[in-house]
């Protein structure tokens, strides 16, 4: 089972930047960062293929976000800018099934860290 573990999370202004990282055990052939805020259902904000392919981000946060990885450090990265009070969550990062494809859907996804929490003040 791959193991997940999210960092960098904290609080942060209106119009700041905060960069979260997460350590893996292993890659799965996708990556991604979902975020939930409490009452509501986890969603995908980004999502790549492991080294190299197409890459997701939601609407929400298109332009201001951007995932990488860093492949022989075993780290994926979310650098956030523009940061907004709704992207305040708590944000979790994700590992792909086995077998299937990458996206912003829940489906692709079998695995998640214990995440971090992120908190932006108007």
């Known amino acids: 089972q791959v193991q997940l573990q999210e960092s960098g999370g904290g609080s942060v202004q209106n119009g700041g930047s905060l960069r979260l990282s997460c350590t893996v055990s292993y890659w799965r052939n996708c990556m991604g960062w979902f975020r939930q805020v409490p009452g509501n259902q986890r969603e995908a904000v980004a999502a790549?293929?492991?080294?190299?392919?197409?890459?997701y981000y939601s609407d929400s946060v298109k332009g201001r976000f951007t995932i990488s990885q860093d492949v022989s450090k075993k780290t994926l990265f979310l650098q956030m800018h523009r940061m907004k009070p709704e992207d305040t969550g708590r944000y979790y990062c994700?590992?792909?099934?086995?077998?299937?494809?990458?996206?912003?859907?829940?489906?692709?996804?079998?695995?998640y860290g214990p995440g971090t929490q992120v908190t932006v003040s108007s």
């Open positions: 790549s293929f492991v080294g190299g392919g197409e890459i």
């Open positions: 994700a590992a792909s099934r086995v077998t299937g494809g990458c996206g912003l859907e829940s489906r692709y996804f079998g695995v």
